[in-house]
């Protein structure tokens, strides 16, 4: 998993000590994008177990739509396979007692629609699965949609990888 964050300034109270972290109990708003894989269901999991109390989860399904057709443009079939996503994942979230908003957003690029619904819920986390493969250095490799999520979310973003088994074999194959 790979966190990211935003860097502050330590706060300083009276007599220039440093005052005390405040221990937070959970997350309160968080974002999940969706798409049809195993590493988005974990994130969906994931998200409901890193709640506090009262915490909302917003999933996201992003349809990409092509730029000969207009936004409003009909995709039924994209429709459907989105709204099967987040039927699922507001069945994971009810089973944790978690209030859930399903979301389905229209952009260009996913991760441009990504980030604009993490800007309008002002969410705190947001967890996203990504697949993972290797270069011959052995270094990992994210796809575009994922570089341009870390590099422009206004929140922290954790990356849920696929586990080691299967990216054994993604990297066999």
């Keep these: 998993m790979v966190l990211r964050e935003r860097q502050s ?4 109270g009276r007599r220039g000590r440093r005052a005390k972290p405040q221990v937070l109990r959970g997350y309160r708003r968080l974002l999940v994008p969706l798409v049809a894989t195993s590493e988005s269901d974990r994130a969906v999991e994931l ?10 989860l917003v999933a996201v399904s992003v349809i990409e739509v092509p730029s000969l057709l207009p936004l409003d ?9 989105a709204r099967a996503l987040l039927d699922r994942a507001g ?19 996913a991760a441009d629609g990504i980030v604009r619904i993490a800007r309008a819920e002002d969410v705190e986390l947001l967890v996203m699965g990504t697949g993972r493969s290797s270069t011959s250095f052995g270094h990992a490799r994210r796809g575009t949609t994922v570089r341009h999520v870390l590099e422009a979310a206004p929140c922290r973003v954790m990356l849920v990888t696929p586990d080691a088994e ?8």
């Design 9 to 12: 300034l330590p706060s300083f």
């Design 91 to 109: 069945a994971t979230a009810d089973s944790y007692g978690i209030g859930f908003a399903p979301t389905m957003v229209r952009a260009r690029e």
């Design 166 to 173: 299967r990216a054994r074999a993604q990297d066999a194959a």
């Design 47 to 56: 998200a409901c177990r890193l709640t506090a109390d009262r915490a909302h």
């Design 73 to 81: 443009s009909h995709m039924l079939d994209e429709e459907v396979a």
